[in-house]
């Protein structure tokens, strides 16, 4: 049976060693302190954003946002199983990250393999094949891609209206391309011409803020998502993609062998009109 109590104390260890990786890799100092039991805000005078790290907890919601201030959660199971992935992306959040130009890249169509690959080098979650995908390629180099959906008719628009939905947006790990995000959108609506394109922006990430600069529009949240994580190995399972021998077991049985239910703090879910 998996004992909370003391891996919520181990723990303690877990968070000093992400700190101090973090120092490392962004060159500043970071302040460390406990906000409840497994629970720990990390902050730096530098970063244009706060820290919240989560131990492994069942059930455990996000702490409530600071009015004024960006915060970026972040849980256990995922330092303990990609740590330069999550240690680059803050990084590059922080502006420490080699910059490229929009201007000097070339937007592509790329294959389902290429993309899946480079997800699952440089994306936190879990890679999607996507129908139609994009990418930046600098010098021959893939540095970005974006990954949409089929297009759907909708019963509240005019005939010929389609909707996309832009599934998925990663850069290279420790690139930055400075308006690559706009870039492969206008790759695909020259491409499709859609009607609109919708999205989501996770909230442990993200406030919107990058979406709505390229004329996104937020119109609804999301309610947080329920992951199980496997307390000896710290994978993450959707419901739908647990192993086997978990379907159809209750809750607290599932607790009884090892996975633990967690939350993550939902989407803000986003529109872009064509026009």
């Known amino acids: 049976m998996y ?12 968070v000093f060693a992400f700190s101090i990786a973090l120092q490392h890799k962004l060159h500043i100092e970071i302040s460390t302190s406990p906000l409840i039991e497994g629970v720990w805000l990390l902050q730096a005078a530098p970063l244009p954003f706060q820290l919240i790290y989560y131990a492994l907890q069942p059930y455990r919601s996000r702490v409530p946002a600071t009015p004024g201030i960006r915060s970026i959660h972040i849980d256990e199971d995922r330092w303990i199983t990609r740590p330069e992935l999550l240690l680059n992306r803050i990084a590059a959040l922080s ?54 959906s089929g297009g759907r008719s909708m019963h509240d628009r005019p005939v010929g209206h389609r909707s996309f939905e832009l599934l998925r947006f990663c850069h290279k790990q420790g690139v930055h391309v400075v308006g690559g995000f706009s870039k492969l959108l206008e790759a695909f609506q020259r491409a499709f011409n859609p009607g609109d394109i919708m999205t989501y922006a996770d909230s442990d990430w993200s406030n919107g803020s990058s979406y709505r600069k390229v004329g996104f529009v937020p119109i609804a949240e999301t309610q947080p998502q329920l992951f199980w994580v496997d307390a000896r190995t710290f994978t993450r399972y959707h419901e739908g993609r ?11 049985d599932r ?21």
Do not use: C, W
């Not at 004992?3 to 877990?14: M, R, T």
């Not at 790329?110 to 890679?127: C, G, M, N, R, Y």
């Not at 996975?259 to 993550?264: C, G, M, R, W």
């Open 242 to 252: 647990l192993p086997p021998t978990l379907h159809g077991m209750p809750p607290a």
């Open 95 to 148: 502006g420490q990250s080699r910059r490229l130009y929009a201007r000097d890249t070339v937007a592509a169509r790329i294959d389902k393999p290429t993309a899946l690959s480079f997800q699952e080098e440089h994306h936190l979650q879990v890679p999607l094949p996507g129908k139609y995908r994009f990418g930046l390629f600098h010098h021959g180099e893939l540095t970005a891609i974006a990954l949409f």
């Open 3 to 14: 004992l909370l109590s003391s891996h919520v104390s181990d723990s303690s260890s877990s």
């Open 255 to 275: 607790l009884r062998a090892g996975f633990i239910p967690v939350y993550n703090g939902g989407s803000i879910k986003l529109v872009k009109i064509s026009g």
